[in-house]
């Protein structure tokens, strides 16, 4: 079953014979980059188990000189279970799933197709499904090594949909339990929570899909005739990955309209979901001087700069948004750990401010590097090893889409869904051949 008109497909999910969650299933790619101690983990848990471990390449290893092989070994797994019978036959069905976070919060998600034709990762895009952050087309080319030939996906995209009425996956989820069967119940390994998904099988949930997004459609549709169905959450790059593959492909076989490759398996999730926690996207910089990045930043972005702070001081800071964006800074001074803020009159999202700025003093700076870390527990741990580790304001969820519409896509790594430890674990697959 296929609808253009919404950007999505139905897909044939295909999932393993007996799917053991604690060891099928790993977190998305590019979490932990600064932590190759956690993957060492995953990979003892897996074993010799079939898992999506060996199916996907943790970004924490991509400057590693053994990527190639890295790249090989998946496309060799992925074959090899499709060999070896892991999967079960596949079904045309979409997914209901809720995940029970470590706050004891239950998020609900609908695992369908994105239909790539339907997607634009361009700022200002009014294409059905649109990117939220900047695109680094740099980004795209070692994501395309791994898609490019590879026999199966499993999604960590995850695809944000206006829908107050709660009805396209709330209600279509709530008739799935009823009607559907249980596909996979378990705990995800190191402290990932709980995953339940349910088959959407039965014609009155299948109905209640269509009507629903009929309903967002239109609630969605601009005075100019475009339509906003989608904004993608998580796995912006992972996405545009997909439709640099599927752009490729068509243009080698001229003609060719329906493949595989022009679908790509993600997670919509409504942003209205009462579960669905917006966080900042921290940064960490190494080999900065701190007094020369914090006096830069000052000039850049005005405000008040208070150093010497207890941890505690800086944290309520950084969270207080009434009167601007407050930045915190965590770095070693002096043999310890030392804390500061800037406070700031910025009125918008703070991101769109300071990833500028950073840019600048990194031009400046060449040997400084930067990463960006999702969980504030990491950036503590990253100062402690002698980085300098920025901390990001709360992000403000409503009016999102307008904002997007408005100003077209955020800097990289502007926010995320959630700590890092709630992201989206691969589970599911789907064949690209």
Known sequence: MKSEKYGIEIP????????????????ACDQ???????????????????????????????DDSGKDERIQKIHAAMEQYIADGVFAAGEKEAMYVERTVKNGKKRAGLVVAVDLDAYDWTSKSRALIRATEATIPERIPPRKAIRDGAALESPHIMLLVNDKARALVEETGRIAKMDGETAYD??????????????????????????????????????????????????????????????DFKAKN?????????????????????????????????????????????????????????ES??????????????????????????????????????????????????RENPAVKIDYIHGEDELFRLAHEGA?????????????????????????KSFSMGEADEKRFYLECRALR
């Open 12 to 27: 044939e999910i295909l999932l393993p014979t007996k799917v053991d969650v604690a060891k099928w299933s790993v977190i």
């Open 32 to 62: 932990y980059t600064q932590d190759a101690a956690y993957w060492k983990k995953a990979a003892e848990i897996v074993g010799s188990e079939p898992s999506t471990l060996n199916l996907i390449f943790p970004e924490v290893y991509l």
């Open 186 to 247: 378990g705990d995800f390994m190191l402290s990932g929570g709980h995953i339940s998904g349910w088959k959407v099988k039965s014609e009155r949930a299948k109905h209640q899909l269509f009507t629903a997004l009929e309903s967002v459609k239109t609630a969605n549709t601009a005075a100019d005739g475009s339509v906003f169905m989608f904004a993608v959450g998580d796995g912006n790059h992972s996405l545009a990955t997909a439709k640099a593959v599927w752009e």
């Open 254 to 310: 001229p003609g060719v309209t329906d493949h595989p490759l022009r679908y790509a398996l993600a997670e919509i999730v409504n942003i209205y979901d009462d579960a669905l926690d917006f966080k900042p996207i921290h940064r960490v910089l190494f080999g900065a001087d701190t007094q020369k990045l914090l006096s830069f930043l000052q000039k850049e972005l005005g405000g008040t700069l208070s150093v010497g702070l207890p």
């Open 313 to 362: 001081e800086m944290q309520n800071a950084v969270n207080t948004t009434a009167n601007g964006a407050n930045f915190g800074f965590s770095y070693r001074a002096d043999g310890a750990l030392s804390h500061a803020v800037l406070s700031s009159s910025i009125a918008e999202l703070a991101v769109s401010r300071l990833q500028p700025a950073l840019d600048a003093f990194l």
């Open 388 to 412: 300098l580790s920025i901390f990001l304001p709360p992000i403000q969820k409503d009016g999102f889409f307008a904002t997007i519409v408005s100003t077209g896509t955020l800097p990289r």
